[in-house]
């Protein structure tokens, strides 16, 4: 365990480095902050102190559940939270996290009776994770010290379905979780299956039962996930993933020992992926081979949303016209396939049906200028993104679909 943190505690440190110095090249001025997908709202805002960003201690915190009170004679700030007693003094270079003491880039500062301190401590003085979108003066703090990733246009932050699973496996596994909330542990079992219909091995037991014949037409199962997408509704969802090139993800629920299928007119609801399926904790799914996104840039498409009849929709985002003229960075590496036509014109919706095209992958694209583009306005699933390369290539790209 102690092994374990370090290494967390390590990676947040690496990610946090690059705050320092980046933050001239930032869209907006002004930088905010959200924690755990909700943003912090300040009465002081955050501060560029000698290149470093400096941001009040107890909205931040506060908004991660700890409690953060102050000592007026010593000038010091008490920060509480499950195991964790973080002090910070005014002026000096350390917090002291249970008593160890932390180094700060820069010294904690007061301003405007709101202490201070560096965006890299918010990472160190709990273990959480910070991310830094420059691209909208965003800081992204995940207080499960998993970190997200970091979408320039889109304000939220995204984890993938490993990272926001209470249970994960592609293999086999055994666990005691609470699947209906009703705060008794159901025992879980999972096993793989290629062959569904010629394997003997059960693919999903509760309680000991056999729920495989309640999975309904699934011919394989390369995963299984126990995921709270939508923490307002007190309700979990377990998703299993069938195995393919591409990868499809069925949607279920545990009630009164029941296995309810989500579905919406009887049509099961079902999201296919190439690599990585994203959820956030405010009730949306997010396709990586459907939806329209460049890695980490959600720029329009669509997205899957669970919706108040438990079934899981498809629903168009935002326009792209807002975004033309913007540049675009690739911030994190992914396996992503693009269709590409290298062209110097472009003729809107006119490349769906294309044959003759190229492939290319996302991690091959590291930044490009959007200078126009199209969606289909009956399925939100097709875009259309012409695009010039640093090189001053232009081509047109569309999602891949195999």
């Known amino acids: 365990m ?29 930088v905010s902050v959200t924690v755990d997908n ?23 915190f506060e908004k991660a559940g700890a409690t953060v009170t102050w000592d007026q004679p010593t000038q010091t700030a008490t920060i509480t939270k499950d195991d964790y007693v973080v002090t ?15 180094a700060l880039e820069q010294p904690a500062d007061v301003i405007n009776n709101r202490t201070m301190i560096p965006v890299r401590a918010i990472a160190e003085a709990m273990d959480f994770a910070v991310t830094w979108d420059g691209h909208h003066s965003l800081i992204l703090v995940s207080t499960t010290g998993k970190p997200y990733r970091a979408f320039a246009f889109l304000k939220t932050g995204f984890r ?7 249970l994960f496996s592609n293999g086999s596994a055994l666990q005691d979780i609470d699947l209906d909330g009703d705060g008794r542990k159901e025992s879980v079992a999972f096993s793989s299956s290629h062959d569904v219909l010629s394997d003997p091995t059960p693919v999903l037991e509760i309680d000991g039962i056999d729920y495989t014949a309640g999975l309904g037409s699934i011919t394989s199962a390369y995963s299984m996930a126990v995921v709270d997408i939508d923490a307002k509704d007190g309700k979990k969802e377990i998703v299993i993933t069938e195995n393919g090139d ?30 990585k399926l994203m959820l956030s904790g405010t009730g949306y799914i997010i396709s990586d081979l459907t939806g329209a996104c460049f890695t980490d840039i959600m720029v329009t498409g669509c997205v899957y949303r ?37 062209t110097r014109s472009y003729q809107a919706g006119t490349y769906r049906d294309m044959t003759d095209v190229g492939v290319i992958n996302a991690s091959d694209i590291k930044e490009f200028k959007l200078i126009d583009g199209y969606r289909d306005e009956t399925d939100p699933r097709y875009i259309e993104l012409y695009i010039e390369l640093p090189n001053g290539e232009k081509a047109v790209i569309t999602p891949y679909q195999t």
């Open 306 to 342: 669970l919706d108040t009849d438990a079934s899981v929709g498809l629903y168009r985002m935002s326009k792209i016209e807002s975004i033309f003229g913007r540049n675009l960075y690739n911030t994190y590496p992914d396996s992503m396939l693009y269709n590409v036509i290298y």
């Open 88 to 102: 910070i003094k005014y002026g000096e270079s350390y917090l002291y996290k249970n008593g160890q003491p932390i």
């Open 2 to 30: 102690k092994l374990k943190k370090l290494i967390t505690a390590m990676a947040v440190t690496l990610s946090v480095f690059a705050f320092t110095g980046v933050l001239a090249n930032a869209e907006n001025d002004v």
């Open 246 to 275: 591409t990868l499809t993800a069925r949607f279920y629920r545990y009630e009164n020992g029941i296995l309810k299928v989500l579905a919406k007119d009887n049509v099961p609801s079902t999201v296919s992926y190439a690599s």
């Open 160 to 166: 993938t379905l490993e990272d926001q699973a209470e």
């Open 38 to 60: 909700e943003a912090v709202e300040f009465d002081q805002n955050p501060v560029i102190i000698e290149g470093h960003t400096l941001v009040p201690v107890r909205a931040v």
